[in-house]
């Protein structure tokens, strides 16, 4: 079946870099895209960028140039890594397999990630 | 940005019907979609495209609307679904509602 998974640290360093992973089975990277979304302690969900099943890449304006996404189609993995982080950049991030409907019919577990000082 | 506004919270009892709303700062045609979320789980497709059932998800979910207004029908509300509810727009890039929480 389809399944997600994000592996990443628990806890970041201020204007640090975040690395997470993302290892998908059940479909093929080359067949589906996967966004990143974020959701930050008792909020919303807030996209932010998405790998192209042709290797494309698209991100959120908000995250300027603080963020990339790559992806190994060889190990099943997309990659997202943001640097410059505060502590309003302390969220479970998500990865999520992309309908070309325009919707996420499967989501990761999400990884919790602290921003400390 | 396309902006999706939720009203914050809804107190329902089971058995009722219950109408989550969502409403988009421009038109984003059909292309609206519904999530459920229960507390430290992730996201779960319940609607998409506007009023198509996501497969397994019980027919007590339905949803409606097109261009600037939509909503999420529970009918009947059980106990089980409390949880709050997203909604997502795809037409211009991908934003998310803040949120309605639904209590029982």
């Known amino acids: 079946q389809v399944q997600l998974k994000e592996t990443g640290p628990d806890l970041v360093q201020l204007t640090q870099t975040l690395s997470i992973t993302c290892t998908v089975s059940g479909f093929s990277l080359t067949t589906y895209n996967v966004h990143w979304v974020r959701q930050p302690p008792g909020k919303g969900l807030e996209w932010m960028g998405a790998m192209w099943n042709g290797g494309g890449t698209d991100y959120n304006s908000a995250f300027k140039s603080r963020l990339s996404i790559n992806r190994d189609t060889s190990k099943s993995q997309v990659f997202l890594k943001m640097n410059s982080l505060q502590t309003d950049d302390t969220a479970k991030y998500f990865c999520a397999r992309h309908n070309n409907w325009g919707y996420f019919d499967n989501w990761g577990q999400g990884v919790m990630v602290t921003v400390s000082s | 940005d396309t902006v999706l506004t939720q009203s914050p919270a809804l107190t329902v009892s089971p058995g009722e019907r219950v109408t989550i709303s969502c409403r988009a700062s421009e038109s984003v045609s059909t292309s609206m979609h519904w999530y459920q979320q229960k507390p430290g789980q992730q996201p779960k497709l319940l609607i998409y495209g506007a009023s198509n059932l996501e497969s397994g998800v019980p027919a007590r979910f339905s949803g409606s609307g097109s261009g600037t207004d939509f909503t999420l029908i529970i009918d009947p509300v059980e106990a089980d679904d409390t949880a709050t509810y997203f909604c997502?727009?795809?037409?211009?890039?991908?934003?998310f509602g803040g949120g309605t929480k639904l209590e029982l």
């Open positions: 997502q727009q795809s037409w211009n890039e991908w934003t």
